[in-house]
């Protein structure tokens, strides 16, 4: 895995450098200046989500995030894999198997978390709020600009 992407006007590239039994060593790079290596569990593919100068690089439970000012990195450990990050404000909107997380990358916390309690099979963006769809084949609508507050069908908070 090569990829170079753009972020506020900063080449990043992500390399794969070694692939071992149980990992992926990824390394990585800002306008040409190495910064680090990041590890991932191998059977995760890493994916990207980039917002201005900040960078998400995920695989499994781990979040790399990317700063391409600063030329600098931090991985954040979560307790839920990652298959989702969606941009909302300044903030990133995280689904995992089996909840949704506001997370600040900048400060590298969680502002608001919402558990499903049934393993999430899809989500996306439906006029601001985040929709979420389980294996049994309910659907959810969150809204983030209200700490991931649950709505119900009429677009009313549920209580």
Known sequence: ??????AAGHV???RECQVGEEERTLALEIDGE???????VKYYGPSTLITNHLIGLWAGTLLCVIDANEKKFRVVKRDDEIYR???FL???CIQGELSVELFDPVAHVV???YDHREVITASWWDDNLI???DFAGATVCLDPANGLRRLGRSGRPIR
Do not use: K, Q
């Not at 895995?1 to 753009?6: A, F, P, T």
């Not at 190495?34 to 991932?40: N, T």
């Open 1 to 6: 895995m090569n990829v170079e992407v753009v």
């Open 12 to 14: 990043v590239t992500i």
């Open 34 to 40: 190495f910064v680090g290596d990041v590890v991932f």
């Open 85 to 87: 990050i969606y941009p």
């Open 90 to 92: 300044s903030l990133w």
């Open 111 to 113: 502002s608001a978390h």
């Open 131 to 133: 929709c979420v769809r």
